[in-house]
């Protein structure tokens, strides 16, 4: 399970350590792409393969089936770590986060999110507020389950 929140600064190459209990888990080859938020996903090939099965169901007839695949696999790429630990940012993934100096980099069970550290604050800070009410929205279905 990949959790946690650290904070790197990516360099002028698109150049971004990922912190080393994080790496392990991800394994030496993994997919960054476009996340939903204006931030970057990145998930274990394991993962990637589990969420392209689920996303192969959906009809491409639907224009929202194929607005949101065309977003999500052009801006996919398989990576691999470099000798210091670091991920290499396609350019258009950095410009499209809004990445440009101090970035954070979160666990979220399946993935890693990237985000600059600016907006991920500013998210952070937006539903500190809703968090109570989103998570009875969300657990109050599944009370019995807890």
Request: with cysteine; charged share 30%; net charge negative.
């Amino acid at each position: 399970m990949l959790m946690g929140e650290f904070h790197h600064n990516i360099d002028d190459k698109g150049r971004l350590v990922i912190p080393n209990k994080l790496r392990d888990e991800l394994g030496n080859e993994f997919v960054i792409t476009r996340g939903i938020e204006k931030c970057l996903y990145v998930y274990s090939l394991t993962n990637w393969e589990k969420l392209v099965n689920k996303l192969n169901t959906l009809p491409f007839t639907k224009k929202d089936a194929r607005t949101f695949s065309r977003s999500f696999f052009s801006g996919a790429t398989v990576c691999e770590f470099d000798k210091c630990g670091r991920i290499n940012i396609t350019s258009p993934l950095v410009f499209y986060a809004g990445l440009t100096k101090e970035c954070a980099i979160i666990g979220v069970n399946d993935r890693l999110e990237i985000w600059d550290l600016d907006a991920f604050q500013n998210l952070l800070n937006d539903n500190s507020e809703k968090l109570e009410d989103i998570a009875e929205h969300l657990f109050e279905e599944t009370k019995d389950a807890l």
